[in-house]
């Protein structure tokens, strides 16, 4: 369904909109909940990361599979159960490989359901486009969050505990940062990685001689 | 609502200049702030001297970060970053590592003022945001108390202050028990309070002999200070009475009914940082009320909420909490004590259906 | 702009649409569910041996029971009575048994503490505990998992029954640090002291609960199940 006048994106454009351009986290910043509640360390965050992007391609396979047969009227109706079920698998598979991860993820895996990246997506991308360019375009959304949701856990992680994936970067003696693992921390990190990415794409807009659009 | 037709020149106010300047105000408290920077150097020694110039230094650096961040001037001169590094530096333990008191004047100044906008924009307290972040990022280090007028304390450093950034501080343990002072217990009047139930004497609290953060030892001082601000009208004096009086009125109020389990009224006054936060922190005027009433209302949710957290809280000390919640407010509190517009009804006529 | 009017979709193709989902779906899920139960299974049995093994050491395996005012027996022998407690049995390789662990929880600063703690029947004390779920300040709640002062209480922490083994003969109780004097008092670390209250809260009504009814049939259990 590509715009008048404007060439239908390429694969490499539709994987890289959510990756970077559009990257969910730092641009459209979307799934916040998720993205403060469980970024303590760089292992959650990462898992956290993964399971969503996995719910992102698989409801975005099967919605655009079943795009051209499903009344417009039950449409949201149906995007959910859909979403839902991959949620729900997900929630096995994570127990199933380290229940460890899964009381520390708690409730979020669930709760990835009302992510609104994911439904968005869905409606505004999947159910308008054939499986191949909605699939590269919800994995690159998913690593693109999974990525923003890595950026987060690994730098509360390191001044939180004074570790990365768990391995000590600075011995025993580290004077742990209380409250970068708690929830106060996860918005100042959140706001730290804004701040950058929007002075960085300001200084762009100064330099370029032409304006960059938001795409 | 259709717009009038420009023949009049409309602008916001102020209109009356009082011909001050911010950086005229800005330079006359940080005046104030010397003699009780002084007095805590010479109670606790060379340490706090080096701590209070950390935190200045690290506000001073930050705003010049965020200046040359943003493209603007430099607003170096207008001393508001040196004040907010001086208060931070006098809530602070005297033991505080000079690293974390570095880290506390980073996020003073970007969380609680770059972010904002910078001067007159911040919502919050910048020192008291500070404060607030190595509270809970560093919880041991800032509740860690040594005793004052140490022997020696012009020729040495406590160990912690030259802790390595980034690790564990040292264990004071040692150094307190081989500078032991009669009576020292390591905690704070309000501690010792609330965990055993003794009342410091006023007289203890009064001269500076108690154990506390670096400028809250002694409330005389403070209150000549502040004296000396309110009577050149640097600051406006009915928020330090405000919370002052709040404070006193409730904490008597409890006293009376049970003089068991509440201490008596001077207690709360003097003990903490109570006078520190009343004249010095709850008087910034870029996050207190500008209207009349809205200052007596702000300064007593101050007191009261103090007193509160101080009596019914996990925490021994409210006073930083308080203020931060009393900013907060601010805008409301500005909001619903608009003064009465003159000529106008004494009520709001009643609006059409919307 | 002439768009065409919207056709009226029939109620029947969208009750089929969402049917065809829902039953799609629900073969996904029941399939995920079948294919990850024996991991699932056998990571909780895991994770369970580990935290039993950590406050019981020299245990190699574990039983489950539950222990209600008709006596004890094995877990997977039906649903739970009414006012049972669970506890764990623990016994060494040769099938010896070496003691009970069972869970206590109690509100702490941040949140409820969540323990695991050992029971040992000789000598009637509570001789371990391992924290299963807590969220106390990093630095100063958490002491209670590394303070060797602290550990040092749960060496034998008397829990004996009193004579009618109704209840605790002395309930457990935290006391200001430094001041622990009798052998079911726990001598609190300074600054931490709501989480240890939490500890030993926990701990006294847990075993008041369990105690009266676990140990009447404590010969049961000599016997590996």
């Not at chain 2, 570095?102 to 100044?109: K, P, S």
């Not at chain 2, 004071?172 to 390591?186: A, I, K, N, P």
């Not at chain 2, 601000?229 to 406006?236: K, Q, S, W």
Request: charged fraction near 15%.
């Amino acid at each position: 369904m590509a715009l008048p006048g404007k060439a239908p994106p390429s694969t490499l454009d539709e994987f890289l909109e959510g990756l970077w351009r559009q990257n969910p986290v730092f641009v459209m910043v979307l799934g916040m909940c998720p993205a403060l509640a469980v970024t303590v360390s760089a292992v959650n965050a990462l898992a956290m990361g993964l399971a969503t992007a996995f719910v992102l391609v698989s409801s975005a396979l099967l919605v655009s599979l079943i795009r051209k047969m499903v009344p417009k009227e039950v449409r949201i109706a149906t995007y959910i159960v859909i979403i839902a079920t991959f949620v729900t698998v997900v929630d096995y598979l994570i127990a199933a490989i380290s229940l460890e991860l899964y009381e520390a993820l708690g409730a979020f895996i669930q709760l990835i359901v009302v992510n609104c990246l994911i439904l968005g997506r869905a409606e505004a991308h999947a159910s308008k486009h054939p499986p191949l360019p909605a699939v590269t375009n919800a994995l690159g959304m998913g690593l693109g969050f999974a990525i923003g949701l890595f950026a987060l856990g690994s730098v509360r992680e390191i001044f939180g505990a004074g570790k990365l994936f768990g391995v000590s970067l600075f011995g025993p003696d580290f004077q742990p940062w209380v409250v970068m693992v708690l929830p106060p921390g996860g918005f100042f990190v959140l706001g730290a990685w804004l701040l950058l990415f929007s002075w960085w794409r300001s200084r762009k807009v100064t330099r370029s001689p032409l304006p960059v659009g938001e795409g | 609502m259709p717009h009038a037709s420009p023949r009049i020149e409309l602008r916001t106010s102020p209109h009356v200049q009082s011909g001050r300047t911010v950086e005229q105000i800005m330079r006359n408290v940080v005046l104030a702030l010397l003699p009780i920077c002084a007095f805590s150097v010479w109670q606790f020694g060379l340490s706090v001297a080096a701590l209070i110039l950390t935190v200045t230094a690290a506000c001073l650096a930050t705003e010049r970060f965020f200046n040359w961040m943003s493209g603007e001037p430099g607003t170096l001169s207008d001393w508001s970053a040196t004040i907010t590094g001086l208060l931070l530096a006098l809530t602070l333990p005297p033991s505080f590592p000079l690293w974390m008191g570095a880290v506390a004047g980073f996020a003073a100044i970007a969380l609680g003022k770059a972010l904002f906008g910078g001067l007159g924009y911040n919502v919050f307290n910048p020192a008291l945001v500070g404060r607030a972040f190595v509270q809970a990022a560093f919880p041991v280090s800032i509740s860690t108390w040594v005793p004052a007028y140490v022997p020696g304390r012009f020729s040495e450093f406590i160990p912690t202050s030259f802790g390595v950034p980034l690790m564990l501080p040292p264990d004071l343990g040692r150094w307190v028990s081989q500078h032991m002072v009669d009576g020292y217990t390591g905690a704070t009047p309000l501690a010792r309070w609330k965990f055993e139930n003794q009342v410091a004497g006023a007289e203890e609290l009064l001269a500076g002999m108690a154990t506390a953060s670096v400028g809250e030892t002694s409330a005389l001082l403070i209150l000549a200070c502040g004296l000396y601000l309110a009577v050149r009208r640097f600051l406006d004096w009915r928020i330090p009475a405000a919370v002052l009086g709040s404070a006193l009125l409730l904490a008597l109020v409890f006293h009376l009914v049970d003089p068991g389990r509440y201490p008596p009224p001077y207690f709360v006054l003097l003990s903490g940082g109570l006078v520190l936060g009343a004249v010095f922190m709850a008087t910034d005027t870029a996050t207190s009320p500008v209207t009349p009433r809205g200052v007596w209302i702000y300064g007593a949710v101050i007191g009261t909420v103090t007193v509160m957290i101080r009596y019914f809280g996990g925490l021994t000390e409210g006073v930083m909490y308080a203020i931060l919640l009393g900013n907060a407010l601010t805008p409301l509190i500005d909001q619903y004590t608009q003064p009465r517009v003159f000529g106008a009804p004494r009520r709001k006529a009643p609006e059409g259906k919307a | 702009m002439n768009q065409p009017a919207p056709a009226i979709t029939s109620s029947t193709a969208m009750i089929g649409t969402l049917a065809l989902v829902a039953t799609l779906c629900g073969i996904l899920i029941v399939s995920a569910y079948q294919g990850t139960l024996p991991a699932i299974t056998a990571n909780k049995r895991l994770a369970l041996e580990r935290a039993v093994f950590e406050v019981i050491p020299g245990a190699a395996s574990v039983a489950e029971y539950y222990a209600s005012a008709q006596g004890i027996r094995p877990v997977d022998e039906g649903p739970a009575p009414e006012g049972a407690v669970k506890f764990y049995a623990a016994y060494d390789a040769q099938g010896a048994f070496l003691g009970v662990a069972a869970e206590a929880a109690a509100k702490g600063y941040a949140d409820v503490v969540r323990i695991l703690y050992a029971y040992d029947p000789v000598r009637q004390a509570v001789t371990g505990f391992g924290v299963v779920g807590m969220r106390e300040t990093p630095g100063i709640g958490d002491k209670i998992v590394t303070d060797p002062q602290f550990l040092k209480n749960f060496e034998a922490l008397d829990v004996r029954l009193d004579a009618e083994m109704k209840a605790l003969a002395n309930a457990v109780k935290v006391v200001k640090h430094g001041t622990k004097t009798r052998a079911w008092e726990i001598d609190a670390i300074s600054g931490a002291t709501v989480t240890c209250k939490a500890v030993g809260r926990g701990i006294n009504d847990s075993a008041g609960r369990l105690l009266p009814m676990l140990v009447p049939h404590l010969d049961k259990l000599n016997i590996q199940s």
